[in-house]
C-alpha cells in the first residue's frame, strides 16, 4: 500500500491510525498542503485524486480518498482487530460519533476554509469547533467507556484523537470537555496513536518533531 498523506492533516492521521491498529506496513509519500502553493493541486495529485486532498491510499489494485472510506476498506479486508463493535446500537453509536467529527467540525476548520476566512480564521475555527465539542461532550457522556463507545477502540476514537489536536492547536479552551480530554489521554497512550501522531512523521519539519 502507498499512503499519501501530510503530517499535519487530521485525515491523513485518522487513517494512519488505522493501518497502525491493523498492522498493514506501507510506503508514505508526503504531499505538502502549503509548499508551491499546496502540492494537493499538482496534475499529478489532482489525477490520483480529483478532489485534490489528502490521504489517498493506493491498495490491493485501487485507488482510495476519504477517510472513513478508507478506513471502512481496511476494516472490511482487515477485520482485526475491530475498528465497528459487534452491537448494532453500538456501531451505529460509533458512526454517529465519527460523522460528527468528520462532517460536522472537521471540514469547517479545514484548512481551504480558514483560507477564505482571512484574519478571522483562528476565531471562526475556534467557533466551529467549541459548538461541535458541546454536542459530543454531551454524546459521550452517553457513549463512553475507556474510549468513544465502550473500552474498545473503535473508528470513532480514530476520529476523536486528530478533532483534539486541531482544537488545540486553534487554542481551543478545553476545560469543558472533560469527558474529551480523558478519553483523548487514555487514546494517546496506546502504541498506534504514538508512532502515527504528526510529531513522528517523515514529512515533520524538524522544529515540530517529537
Given at each position: 500500500?502507498?499512503?499519501?498523506?501530510?503530517?499535519?492533516?487530521?485525515?491523513?492521521w485518522r487513517v494512519r491510525i488505522a493501518l497502525a491498529?491493523?498492522?498493514?506496513?506501507?510506503?508514505?509519500?508526503?504531499?505538502?498542503?502549503?509548499?508551491?502553493?499546496?502540492?494537493?493541486?499538482?496534475?499529478?495529485?489532482?489525477?490520483?485524486?480529483?478532489?485534490?486532498?489528502?490521504?489517498?491510499?493506493?491498495?490491493?489494485?485501487?485507488?482510495?480518498?476519504?477517510?472513513?472510506?478508507?478506513?471502512?476498506?481496511?476494516?472490511?479486508?482487515?477485520?482485526?482487530?475491530?475498528?465497528?463493535?459487534?452491537?448494532?446500537?453500538?456501531?451505529?453509536?460509533?458512526?454517529?460519533?465519527?460523522?460528527?467529527?468528520?462532517?460536522?467540525?472537521?471540514?469547517?476548520?479545514?484548512?481551504?476554509?480558514?483560507?477564505?476566512?482571512?484574519?478571522?480564521?483562528?476565531e471562526w475555527a475556534q467557533n466551529c469547533i467549541t459548538s461541535g465539542f458541546q454536542a459530543l461532550?454531551?454524546?459521550?457522556?452517553?457513549?463512553?467507556?475507556?474510549?468513544?463507545?465502550?473500552?474498545?477502540?473503535?473508528?470513532?476514537?480514530?476520529?476523536?484523537?486528530?478533532?483534539?489536536?486541531?482544537?488545540?492547536?486553534?487554542?481551543?479552551?478545553?476545560?469543558?470537555?472533560?469527558?474529551?480530554?480523558?478519553?483523548?489521554?487514555?487514546?494517546?497512550?496506546?502504541?498506534?496513536?504514538?508512532?502515527?501522531?504528526?510529531?513522528?512523521?517523515?514529512?515533520?519539519?524538524?522544529?515540530?518533531?517529537?
Amino acid at each position: 500500500p502507498i499512503l499519501y498523506s501530510y503530517f499535519r492533516s487530521s485525515c491523513s492521521w485518522r487513517v494512519r491510525i488505522a493501518l497502525a491498529l491493523k498492522g498493514i506496513s506501507y510506503d508514505l509519500v508526503p504531499v505538502n498542503l502549503i509548499k508551491d502553493g499546496g502540492q494537493q493541486f499538482s496534475a499529478e495529485f489532482k489525477a490520483l485524486n480529483p478532489m485534490q486532498q489528502v490521504p489517498a491510499l493506493k491498495i490491493d489494485g485501487i485507488t482510495l480518498s476519504q477517510s472513513l472510506a478508507i478506513i471502512n476498506y481496511l476494516e472490511e479486508t482487515h477485520p482485526n482487530p475491530r475498528l465497528l463493535p459487534q452491537d448494532p446500537k453500538k456501531r451505529a453509536q460509533v458512526r454517529m460519533i465519527a460523522d460528527h467529527i468528520v462532517s460536522g467540525i472537521q471540514p469547517l476548520q479545514n484548512l481551504s476554509v480558514l483560507k477564505q476566512m482571512g484574519e478571522k480564521k483562528m476565531e471562526w475555527a475556534q467557533n466551529c469547533i467549541t459548538s461541535g465539542f458541546q454536542a459530543l461532550e454531551q454524546i459521550l457522556q452517553h457513549t463512553a467507556g475507556r474510549y468513544c463507545v465502550g473500552d474498545e477502540v473503535s473508528m470513532a476514537d480514530l476520529c476523536l484523537v486528530p478533532q483534539v489536536a486541531n482544537a488545540e492547536r486553534y487554542k481551543v479552551d478545553m476545560s469543558s470537555y472533560p469527558t474529551i480530554m480523558r478519553i483523548n489521554k487514555a487514546l494517546l497512550e496506546l502504541e498506534a496513536f504514538k508512532i502515527s501522531h504528526p510529531s513522528r512523521q517523515p514529512d515533520t519539519p524538524a522544529e515540530l518533531r517529537a
